[in-house]
């Protein structure tokens, strides 16, 4: 498996309300807040077919992949329920749905070779799409630079 070194700049964006999904002031300025998150390039696929590039969010707190439903039913992703709930971010616990899919990283010629993955779909809500430690962090050696706002992700090599 070809796996390809990337760095990249954190995302900027507008924090929305969560409720309105109006953008949040800020209290000094009066401008809308940016806030600032590392954003991975990737592509999710099935046996049939494949997803638009999309931008993930390299998240080192969550378990596994997560996506929405939205995302799974584009390259027809064949979900299973599974067993397990899984617990989101506020603690509880919620059924979800489980796939095997593929993973690439990267953009444009750069990218890595598929990657066999299990992406967990939750029954309720619309999550964002979030790359997690199984199994990119075994794979990939990934550097935060939060001070600049970039991050770095290496293959990782046993030595």
């Known amino acids: 498996?070809?796996?390809?070194?990337?760095?990249?700049?954190?995302?900027?964006?507008?924090?929305?309300?969560?409720?309105?999904?109006?953008?949040?002031?800020?209290?000094?300025t009066g401008r809308p807040m940016e806030v600032?998150?590392?954003m991975v390039p990737c592509i999710i696929a099935s046996e049939r077919r494949t997803s638009p590039q999309i931008d993930a969010l390299l998240d080192?707190?969550?378990d596994g992949i997560v996506i929405p439903k939205t995302l799974a039913d584009y390259p027809g992703l064949a979900l299973k329920q599974s067993d397990k709930p899984m617990?989101?971010?506020?603690?509880?616990?919620?059924?979800r749905l489980t796939a095997r899919a593929h993973l690439t990283i990267g953009r444009g010629g750069r990218r890595?070779?598929?990657?066999?993955?299990?992406?967990?779909?939750?029954?309720?809500?619309?999550?964002?799409i979030l790359i997690g430690r199984e199994p990119v962090f075994r794979l990939f050696v990934i550097t935060f630079v939060e001070a600049e706002k970039w991050f770095e992700i290496r293959p990782y090599v046993v030595k």
């Open 60 to 62: 080192s707190g969550s």
């Open 112 to 128: 890595c070779d598929p990657i066999d993955i299990e992406v967990s779909v939750p029954e309720e809500g619309d999550p964002p």
């Open 87 to 95: 617990r989101i971010a506020n603690g509880r616990s919620i059924r």
């Open 36 to 38: 600032f998150h590392p």
């Open 1 to 28: 498996m070809k796996l390809v070194g990337f760095r990249f700049n954190y995302k900027r964006t507008v924090a929305l309300d969560h409720v309105t999904k109006a953008p949040v002031l800020d209290s000094r």
